[in-house]
């Protein structure tokens, strides 16, 4: 099983909503991404979990809230949003760096696209 | 941080034909990774190709191969007889081993592949 899977695919939320965006992977991954892609850009890395534990958050405002439950499962809570939130948050997951032997790349979701209205 | 950067937005190539874009980047470290994404418009990210800089050797997969030059930090993808399905946006990206898995993408080039 080589999948990141995303879900929802698409969530429309008004900015009082409270959503939560989740991944989740069977690769015994233990590095797992949210990255945040506006249109005709790149993606802009947001959050990186290591082992569970949150190891870099790129200052990302307060709104969204990522978590970890497992090592398979990640999520990003949502709430109040404003419209320029509006994007494809992409998941991804990796092998760990520390004691393993990577291939180095990072395995990504179809991503779930996202309006706030 | 390490910078990525993709000087072209955009090209175009003729079915059949060879393309090659562009991709330097600037780091202090000796060891890393580089890669080239694919992302249609179907918008899922896939890996066309990988180098560790550990490696002199040029990556190769298929059509698509890479021109990896350390000194220069320069790494360009090179795509031999286009298909109408390599018609995407194509990002090239930097992951360090050093820093929490950090990985990061240049501005992407749009290709185009004419029939």
């Known amino acids: 099983d080589t999948e990141v899977t995303q879900t929802p695919k698409h969530l429309v939320m008004g900015m009082t909503n409270k959503k939560s965006l989740k991944c989740e992977q069977h690769?015994?991954?233990?590095?797992m991404y949210w990255y945040k892609q506006k249109a005709k850009k790149p993606p802009e890395l947001m959050f990186v979990?290591?082992?569970?534990?949150?190891?870099i958050n790129e200052s990302v405002p307060s709104r969204f809230s990522p978590e970890c439950p497992n090592s398979s499962l990640l999520n990003l809570h949502l709430h109040a949003l404003q419209p320029e939130d509006s994007a494809l948050y992409l998941c991804?997951?990796?092998?760990?760096?520390?004691?393993?032997?990577?291939?180095?790349?990072?395995?990504f979701g179809e991503g779930s696209r996202l309006t706030v209205l | 941080a390490q910078t990525v950067t993709q000087s072209q937005p955009e090209m175009s190539v003729q079915e059949a034909e060879t393309v090659t874009l562009s991709c330097t980047y600037d780091?202090?470290?000796?060891?890393?990774?580089l890669f080239w994404y694919k992302q249609p418009p179907s918008r899922q990210m896939i890996l066309v190709i990988r180098q560790e800089a550990y490696k002199q050797q040029n990556a190769t997969e298929n059509r698509f191969s890479v021109n990896f030059q350390k000194a220069a930090k320069s790494f360009s993808l090179k795509i031999s007889d286009s298909q109408l399905g390599d018609a995407a946006m194509y990002f090239c990206?930097?992951?360090?081993?050093?820093?929490?898995?950090?990985?990061?993408f240049g501005a992407g080039t749009r290709l185009t592949v004419k029939p």
């Open positions: 690769m015994g991954h233990r590095a």
């Open positions: 979990y290591s082992y569970e534990k949150l190891s």
């Open positions: 991804a997951s990796s092998q760990e760096f520390r004691g393993e032997q990577p291939t180095g790349e990072l395995f």
């Open positions: 780091t202090s470290e000796s060891d890393y990774y």
């Open positions: 990206a930097y992951r360090s081993p050093y820093n929490n898995n950090d990985m990061r």
